[in-house]
């Protein structure tokens, strides 16, 4: 089979397998994941992890209005602002999305 056919048939694979998890009925939806969410990186080195206490900063590769990373396991899967949600008087983080990652352009 040429490479294009191989494409072909792997992007109505996976349109085909869109449209199955997209149904309301499946019960893949009711099964929780966990998302983690990335906002920076740090290298510090030995000698400074162990001094590490209470109040201690640890600078970041980040700017404070940089973009967050959300994975599924090791998969980047979208992009995103940290704001703040208000739910019933208590204030927590939230990512609101700027980038979705085209999971068929990842080979998912």
Do not use: C, W
Not at 34 to 48: T, W, Y
Request: zero cysteines.
């Amino acid at each position: 089979m040429s490479e294009a056919n191989t494409e072909s048939v792997e992007s109505s694979d996976t349109v085909g397998l869109r449209s199955q998890l997209s149904r309301p009925d499946n019960p893949l939806h009711h099964v929780p994941i966990e998302l983690i969410v990335v906002i920076g990186k740090a290298r510090p080195k030995i000698s400074d992890l162990v001094n590490f206490k209470q109040n201690s900063v640890i600078p970041l590769n980040t700017k404070i209005d940089d973009p967050v990373e959300i994975y599924v396991g090791s998969k980047l899967i979208a992009r995103g602002e940290l704001q703040e949600n208000q739910q019933g008087g208590a204030v927590s983080l939230a990512v609101r999305l700027t980038e979705v990652v085209d999971m068929r352009s990842t080979g998912a």
